[in-house]
């Protein structure tokens, strides 16, 4: 299967609710997944993200050498009476996320190792195509207190498409390049455990969710799975990691939680919470999507002056500027980018990158003259 690397445009139309309830910009229902999820129209959700439980199979309490207890999840929503039992449960929030999800959609899954392969396994089996899965390394983990294993220090997520023909699924990979000093973002993730301010307290003082996720982690998933306005579903909201990072980054926001403690939690946390300013959230847009500007628009608004001499980075070449928007190297006139080639003995050339004019404050790119016609456009 061809997958497109950027995702859907930004240009792309968004779909809206097919229901005449509108969806509020973030909301926590209470109640089971499964059954909350039937409620919502069929195709309407462009991101899913699940912390399911993680079926520890716990037996007994879990002590460090000096015979302390460690706080570990042994909460009733984590037991179940078999794995087949784990496998059912599985398959039915599964099945009823598949049916919220637009045909585009995509859906992530944290697990441990205790129940990450099922789930991929049942993934497969009701038809989402997987993706790509995500090593989240964690800088902190809690050590091996019995000495008997590896320090487990990192979960797997499961990036997968709704469908395996689908190809315009949203990925926001030139902006994650961007972010990652130009380089290819890798599928290993290296972000510490929630900690500190972030992790949310009792009244007793002890941390409130065993498993709350890291904001940075939500972040990453969302800035690259989804864009401003889109809706984001998690059937296990707990206390509302997911929805506290939608929200920030104008994403709409739907989750579900069996436990009222916990969602009366992750509502008083979203409720604090500031939407980002929304140029910081502007769509990246790459070279295809932006807006086509020929060499001679740089002339007709008087940024280039016919007659002056562009020139390379070291001045090695020098080329005449044409009324006509080509320029000449000798008796050899063209493009600025066969005119480029030309001088360097190539085959192509980015003219628009190894041209420059020079101007009273030294050596100008001409690809920067060119962001300024396409912000004219785009203002306009």
């Known amino acids: 299967m061809v997958v497109s690397r950027r995702g859907a445009s930004v240009r792309a139309p968004r779909v809206s609710f097919e229901s005449s309830e509108a969806i509020a910009t973030a909301r926590i229902?209470?109640?089971d997944c499964v059954a909350e999820m039937a409620k919502l129209p069929a195709a309407s959700v462009d991101l899913v993200f699940a912390d399911p439980p993680y079926n520890l199979q716990l037996q007994g309490d879990?002590?460090?050498?000096?015979?302390?207890?460690?706080?570990?999840?042994?909460?009733?929503?984590?037991?179940?009476?078999?794995?087949?039992?784990?496998?059912?449960?599985?398959?039915?929030?599964?099945?009823a996320c598949r049916r919220v999800m637009k045909p585009?959609?995509?859906?992530?899954?944290?697990?441990?190792?205790?129940?990450?392969?099922?789930?991929g396994a049942t993934m497969q089996d009701l038809g989402f195509w997987i993706l790509n899965d995500i090593v989240w390394r964690k800088s902190n983990p809690m050590p091996n207190f019995r000495g008997r294993r590896f320090t487990n220090a990192h979960e797997t997520l499961i990036w997968a498409a709704r469908d395996a023909d689908k190809r315009n699924y949203t990925f926001n990979y030139e902006a994650l390049k961007a972010g990652n000093d130009d380089v290819q973002m890798r599928s290993d993730w290296?972000?510490?455990l929630c900690t500190g301010e972030e992790r949310l307290k009792g009244g007793d003082g002890k941390?409130?969710?065993?498993?709350?996720?890291?904001?940075?982690?939500?972040?990453?998933?969302?800035?690259?799975?989804?864009?401003?306005?889109?809706?984001?579903?998690?059937?296990?909201?707990?206390?509302?990691?997911?929805?506290?990072?939608?929200?920030?980054?104008?994403?709409?926001?739907?989750g579900f939680e069996r436990?009222?403690?916990?969602?009366?939690?992750?509502?008083?946390?979203?409720?604090?919470?500031?939407?980002?300013?929304?140029?910081?959230?502007?769509?990246?847009?790459?070279?295809?999507?932006?807006?086509?500007?020929?060499?001679?628009?740089?002339?007709?608004?008087?940024?280039?002056t016919p007659g002056v001499k562009l020139v390379d980075a070291k001045k090695r070449h020098r080329a005449l500027v044409r009324a006509d928007g080509a320029i000449a190297l000798g008796d050899n006139v063209g493009s600025i980018h066969r005119i480029g080639a030309l001088a360097q003995g190539l085959e192509a050339c980015n003219g628009w990158?190894?041209?420059?004019?020079?101007?009273?404050?030294?050596?100008?790119?001409?690809?920067?003259?060119?962001?300024?016609?396409?912000?004219?456009?785009?203002?306009?």
């Open 29 to 31: 229902l209470v109640g």
């Open 62 to 95: 879990l002590k460090r050498p000096d015979d302390s207890r460690v706080d570990a999840v042994d909460n009733d929503w984590d037991k179940f009476a078999s794995f087949s039992a784990y496998d059912d449960f599985t398959r039915a929030w599964l099945t």
């Open 104 to 119: 585009a959609a995509t859906l992530w899954v944290i697990g441990s190792y205790h129940n990450i392969f099922r789930v």
């Open 190 to 192: 290296f972000i510490p």
């Open 207 to 254: 941390k409130l969710h065993p498993t709350q996720k890291p904001e940075a982690l939500l972040a990453r998933v969302i800035l690259a799975a989804s864009r401003p306005d889109d809706l984001v579903l998690d059937p296990f909201c707990g206390t509302g990691t997911t929805g506290a990072v939608a929200h920030r980054l104008r994403r709409r926001f739907i």
């Open 259 to 304: 436990e009222a403690g916990y969602a009366a939690a992750a509502e008083r946390r979203i409720a604090t919470i500031e939407p980002m300013a929304e140029p910081a959230l502007t769509a990246f847009m790459t070279a295809r999507e932006a807006p086509r500007v020929p060499f001679s628009a740089l002339l007709e608004r008087g940024l280039v």
């Open 353 to 380: 990158t190894f041209w420059h004019v020079e101007t009273p404050r030294g050596l100008t790119v001409i690809d920067a003259l060119r962001a300024q016609v396409r912000a004219e456009l785009g203002a306009g």
